[in-house]
């Protein structure tokens, strides 16, 4: 069965510091894994997805992730935060496309000016 | 518009009332998904369509939830005798059939019910 842990459940950063939102996930199989950023009184956003093309994964705004296997890990990292990141972010796993995505409780990103 | 759209936005209503919510998939969207988001927490399934073959409704609480598609298009959640405990935000999301391998779902905005 597949789940997600998101270790953080709120984070707070200064503007231009670095954005670190940890994931680990559990997986039978060779999974995707996706990050969503929902705004307040908004949708969700897809930011990147990991489809075992590369390990390094560039999504929008400047945000990444990198998918380490032996680590079953999916952190999203920037180098350097903006106010307008200030967010819920999801981190999201799925097995198999007939599936339902598993989301993650959701980290809450505060950006102090 | 191009993406995924729901209606209302936003439903008050009384304990013990029926609900009806819709969701306008993606045009060409094979699969539908409805999840619920309850206040704090991240989404947790509730239905899945997937063309004509039959729903996976394994994630529905309680035989007061059912939902319809027709065809690929329209589908309405109906929630009968709500619940405080119903008060959440519901969210569609649709998948194509370019997207189904790595089953990366488009996000409608959501309906959030208020079941005073």
């Known amino acids: 069965a597949q789940s997600v842990t998101q270790l953080d459940s709120h984070v707070s950063v200064s503007e231009g510091t670095p954005v670190l939102l940890r994931c680990n996930y559990s997986s039978s199989y060779s999974p995707s894994l996706f990050w969503y950023v929902q705004h307040p009184n908004k949708g969700l956003q897809l930011l990147l997805k990991?489809?075992?093309?590369?390990?390094l994964v560039k999504g929008i705004n400047g945000f990444e992730a990198e998918f380490k296997k032996s680590e079953t890990s999916f952190h999203l990292t920037k180098p350097s935060a903006h106010m307008s990141d200030a967010a819920e972010y999801f981190c999201?796993?799925?097995?198999?496309?007939?599936?339902?995505?598993?989301f993650g409780k959701g980290t809450r990103l505060s950006v102090i000016a | 518009g191009a993406g995924v759209s729901q209606s209302p936005s936003n439903k008050v209503t009384e304990k013990g009332k029926d609900v009806e919510l819709r969701c306008d998939p993606i045009?060409?969207?094979?699969?539908l998904y409805w999840y619920r988001q309850r206040l704090g927490q991240g989404l947790e399934f509730l239905i899945y369509?997937?063309?004509?073959?039959?729903?996976?409704k394994s994630g529905l609480p309680s035989d007061r939830f059912s939902a319809e598609r027709t065809g690929e298009s329209v589908s309405t959640l109906t929630i009968q005798r709500t619940q405080q405990e119903d008060s959440a935000v519901y969210l569609c999301a649709s998948r194509g059939n370019r997207d189904i391998f790595h089953n990366e779902q488009f996000f409608g905005p959501g309906t959030r019910l208020t079941v005073l």
């Open positions: 369509f997937q063309g004509n073959s039959a729903p996976d």
């Open positions: 045009s060409g969207h094979t699969a």
């Open positions: 999201v796993v799925s097995d198999d496309r007939n599936t339902p995505l598993v």
């Open positions: 990991y489809t075992s093309a590369a390990t």
